[in-house]
């Protein structure tokens, strides 16, 4: 067996049980960042609490004409909210909140 041949003393289980915890982790970690971003957001007049669960939440390009800015997309169960991202000192990342959809 080549598991006795190289030494290795973890079963069969344990390897099984890897990209479970991985994928755990990772969620963990996500949702983490989640929670820290939707409490960097400032001036929102939308209870946040109240849109269901953020599903997904990341950074886009906004063109209009040949001017280009930066905004940050939350994504709700119930609503879609659109932010400024702004660095503030001690690189702190905040957002300001822009507008929101239903």
């Known amino acids: 067996m080549k ?3 190289l030494g290795d003393k973890m079963d ?14 990772k969620f963990q970690l996500r949702h983490g960042n989640d929670l820290l971003a939707m409490d960097a957001i400032r001036d929102c007049d ?3 609490k109240e849109q269901g669960q ?3 939440q990341d950074e886009f ?3 209009t004409g040949r001017r280009k800015c930066q905004r940050h997309v939350f994504l ?3 609503l ?3 932010s400024k991202p702004k660095k503030m000192d001690g690189g702190l ?7 929101s959809f239903k």
């Open 3 to 5: 598991q006795v041949e």
């Open 12 to 25: 069969l289980s344990s390897y099984l049980l890897k990209p479970a915890a991985t994928d755990m982790v």
């Open 46 to 48: 939308v209870n946040l």
């Open 54 to 56: 953020l599903i997904r």
């Open 61 to 63: 390009t906004v063109w």
């Open 76 to 78: 709700f169960e119930e």
């Open 80 to 82: 879609i909210l659109f």
């Open 93 to 99: 990342d905040v957002f300001n909140y822009k507008h």
